[in-house]
């Protein structure tokens, strides 16, 4: 068993998460923009995926997709095909446990 300490070690070897679709489960970040269709765009504003909102991956189906998304405290399925077009300050991502979760 492996205790992971910083997120650092977490993410060893990976690519600082750019969008959505590269968080891992637990981690979060500040959603800067989407580049979706407007309509899209416009419904998922309504739901709280704000710019400045923090979102949280959560878990996914067993076949990896869709995955469960944590905004405001309300739960959001996304199909990875738009959850890629969801952009993330990627300074911002946090794993849960570094909040305190």
């Known amino acids: 068993m492996r205790i992971v300490l910083n997120k650092s070690d977490r993410r060893a070897g990976l690519p600082a998460p ?5 968080l891992l489960a637990g981690e979060s970040g500040v959603l800067t923009d989407m580049d ?11 739901l ?6 923090v979102i949280v991956a959560a878990r996914s189906a067993p076949g990896g997709d869709p995955r469960v998304y944590r905004v405001e405290g309300t739960e959001f399925a996304l199909r990875g095909e738009t959850a890629k077009h969801i952009r993330l300050d990627a300074s911002s991502v946090v794993r849960a446990a570094e909040e305190g979760r």
């Open 48 to 53: 709280g995926f704000l710019p400045g909102s």
């Open 36 to 46: 979706l269709p407007e309509p899209d765009a416009r419904r998922l504003m309504e």
């Open 18 to 22: 750019e969008t959505l679709a590269d």
